[in-house]
């Protein structure tokens, strides 16, 4: 390898480490935007133990475009970043946290069903009657 080219190595690594740095800064100030609500916060304390969270991420499907997706999870990637409220942790991957800024995590709990959801997400133009997918609102 010549020196030209280590040198434009070098030059791509520290661009790319810069460009990491604030893709994470931007990504914990969004998570700053990102509410859990009471009764969320309350189930996870009921289930999430021996460090196990939530994980929340984003995907492409869903009747709508993009869909919800919810687990629980006890190993964190380099790629998360983690919202800690009240003793419990959210996980949600750099690619998804766009998508949920200023919106709420709940569980809500009905007659048929129950479950951890999204709610008044201003990203979201509209969405299908269960409230798992969503489109995207385009500024």
Do not use: W
């Not at 994980?55 to 006890?74: A, H, L, M, T, W």
């Not at 003793?87 to 995590?105: E, P, R």
């Not at 133009?125 to 500024?139: I, R």
């Amino acid at each position: 390898m010549n020196a030209i080219t280590q040198k434009c190595i070098g030059t791509f690594m520290k661009q790319g480490f810069r460009r990491l740095l604030s893709n994470k800064a931007a990504a914990a100030a969004v998570a700053n935007q990102i509410q859990l609500s009471d009764t969320c916060i309350n189930r996870l304390k009921e289930i999430c133990k021996t460090d196990a969270f939530l994980r929340v991420s984003v995907e492409g499907g869903g009747c709508s475009g993009f869909q919800y997706k919810f687990s629980i999870d006890k190993q964190l990637t380099e790629d998360d970043t983690v919202l800690r409220r009240d003793g419990v942790q959210v996980a949600i991957d750099n690619a998804s946290i766009d998508f949920l800024s200023g919106a709420t995590i709940d569980y809500h709990t009905e007659l048929i069903r129950s479950g951890f959801r999204v709610i008044n997400n201003p990203k979201a133009e509209q969405g299908c009657s269960c409230g798992a997918s969503f489109a995207v609102k385009l500024d």
